[in-house]
DNA sequence: CTTTGCGTGGTAAGCGCTTTCCGAGCGCGT
DNA sequence: ACGCGCTCGGAAAGCGCTTACCACGCAAAG
């Protein structure tokens, strides 16, 4: 405590000194280098370091070797379970290939994307990882794209998740089949007057996800009723779905693009005194795992969010190999929450 | 893509080249120094930057400087909303004043905390938060205690959460009291027959919320008939409940000391026949946000988690002053499934 | 008109490492 | 006995920055 007056770290010269070695020997012992040290002052060198309580500066060895082994995440709220888990994924990847993760979210506006990025670049991480959904307009991505190419220029290598725009590697999610799909499915199960609840527009995965949802109904020769736009959050989902309620909307059947968004679309239909699951249907996306322990059980599309963390490392690490192999696909789950009527 | 060949970050020496100035005139006109220079020097260098792309290596800036702006956050698992709430705290705190966060997470094995110290201290972080529960028995901790001394020494700031052990900075959280107002609450509402359901014994969160919970319907003249021991995931929950009913346990009212665990304690009821809030009320802790959604909504002790983080890093960072100023009070949250009977 | 001092730019000495390069010592073949 | 090629320590040159220190010019003071 308050060792304000002392701030004196072990140096590597000092390890040096004390085990009577040369810097070059001392750096050499401590990590495996290409050069091979003799055993006698390996060990000498290894003690000294115990004994002093020595613990290299990763920062110094970074600007040293020119690289960091540090990888950046960037998302929208940590607390929501969709980016939590990717996150989750990240750091059980991250953590068998000795790296740090350090996590930049974005929070409710996406147009703090850019300056995320701009102060990210500065700490030079050997990976970035975008979770976070990017524009659908290019136009709209632009400086975003300039600077994930600076950030490339700067030994950076980045992936996306979900995302399209060029150049980079990525992961695709098959969020437009996915939707069809459970659209289709909802269809089968009997439903026909379907409300949407999307999040903004301009964002791909909300978009992708409605588009493919009405594709699917389309091919039924259905389409849904209305499409609301609101927050993504369960907050923001919660105010569309009463707002629409009370404005005489009456579907037998709610998709939201999140399951979180469906969690406060729930609320909101028993707030209007309508049972979700009994009086009328509701669908979500992601398969957080809290959708399991609601009542009824949600219907929703399961997203291995975990492991599209973890893959987008892997996939960040790996050679220049097809950065496009496979992309991720849904799969539905049919609940409780959608029974056949 | 594929600029393996030229990883040619531009650099302060660069950007001064440019503009025609020196390195330090540079330096001191990207970040406000103490130095004042020239206005229009300063435009000129501002120019340079632009038109380079220039962005400053953060990594060389600490070496220089011998300080780093970052905050580490220790947990033990990103997807649990209880880490992940207090997480979203550090970084919104984090952001206002301008520090990037890197997470540690230890999974499932506590023990795996000294070794994440040991590698954070690398790092060099200007704070370490640890949200992680420590262990009750200060031996257990001995060398994590000088792990903490150790970064200390190199200037890192630890502030811990609901611990108590010694010499570092701290947020109190009464779990104890509040866990304790649960029980009496539960047995005002005519609960006698409790199961506790509890995460490792040796860890000193769960034992607070257990010994508090105990010490509540102590104090009502009653005891628990069962005290579970039990991983402190849900699954682990859910297996540690089913085994307890497969061994004719009959409870009217089962606490778990967190609300993951809660639910999946309300999982396996379902599972065993028992309609949780109807047949034996359910109780759990912290209030994560998915907890309002499930049904019955569950009772609970509200942890202002989000606070938790930020006040924890405002700590970390306010000056030596008293470090034990207040420890943070739960509410507690009766529920429907907890129902008066 | 000289002295003092301040304001401001540049020079260079670090920060804690890694790594290139040099050279000493040694085993071997001829 | 000599030279060649190895192996392996150490000296020192960076890596990209910051900042103490110096130098210079100019206004104010004596």
Redesign the pocket.
Same mark, same amino acid.
């Given at each position: 405590m308050s060792d304000q007056s002392s701030p004196s770290? @072990? *140096? +590597?010269?000092d390890v040096a000194a004390h085990a009577? %070695? /040369?810097?070059? *020997?001392a /750096?050499?012992a +401590? $990590?495996g /280098?290409s050069? @091979? %040290? $003799?055993a006698e002052?390996t060990e000498r060198v290894l003690a000294s370091s115990r004994e002093l309580g020595? /613990? =290299? $500066?990763a920062l110094?060895?970074a %600007? =040293?070797?020119?690289s960091t082994r540090t990888v950046a995440v960037v998302l929208g709220d940590v607390a929501d379970p969709y980016f939590s888990s990717i996150a989750a994924g990240v750091i059980e990847e991250a953590e068998k290939n000795d790296l740090v993760v350090t996590m930049w979210a974005t929070g409710s506006q996406p147009d703090r994307l850019l300056a995320t990025l701009k102060a990210m670049r500065g700490q030079r991480p050997q990976v970035l990882i975008i979770a976070q959904s990017g524009h659908l307009d290019p136009e709209d991505d632009e400086p975003i794209t300039d600077e994930l190419a600076a950030l490339q220029k700067s030994g950076t290598t980045v992936c996306t998740i979900g995302e399209a725009s060029g150049g980079f590697r990525r992961l695709l999610v098959g969020n437009y089949e996915a939707a069809s799909e459970l659209a289709t499915a909802l269809v089968a199960r009997g439903y026909s007057r379907f409300v949407v609840l999307r999040g903004d527009p301009a964002l791909r995965t909300p978009t992708e996800r409605s588009d493919g949802f009405r594709a699917g109904l389309k091919s039924a020769g259905l389409e849904p009723i209305a499409v609301e736009v609101g927050g993504f959050s369960r907050a923001g989902a919660l105010d569309t779905m009463a707002a629409a309620l009370a404005s005489g909307l009456r579907p037998d059947c709610v998709f939201a693009v999140t399951d979180v968004m469906a969690l406060g679309a729930a609320a909101a239909l028993r707030a209007a005194g309508l049972e979700p699951g009994v009086d009328v249907g509701v669908a979500g996306f992601d398969d957080i795992e809290s959708v399991r322990d609601v009542t009824p059980a949600m219907t929703t599309v399961a997203i291995p969010l975990a492991e599209l963390g973890s893959r987008a490392l892997r996939v960040a690490l790996a050679g220049e190999s097809d950065p496009d192999e496979g992309s991720i696909a849904g799969e539905v789950v049919l609940r409780e929450s959608t029974p056949a009527r």
């Open positions: 770290p @072990v *140096t +590597l010269a009577g %070695v /040369s810097m070059a *020997t /750096s050499r +401590l $990590n /280098s050069r @091979v %040290v $003799n002052m020595y /613990s =290299a $500066n110094a060895q %600007v =040293a070797r020119g």
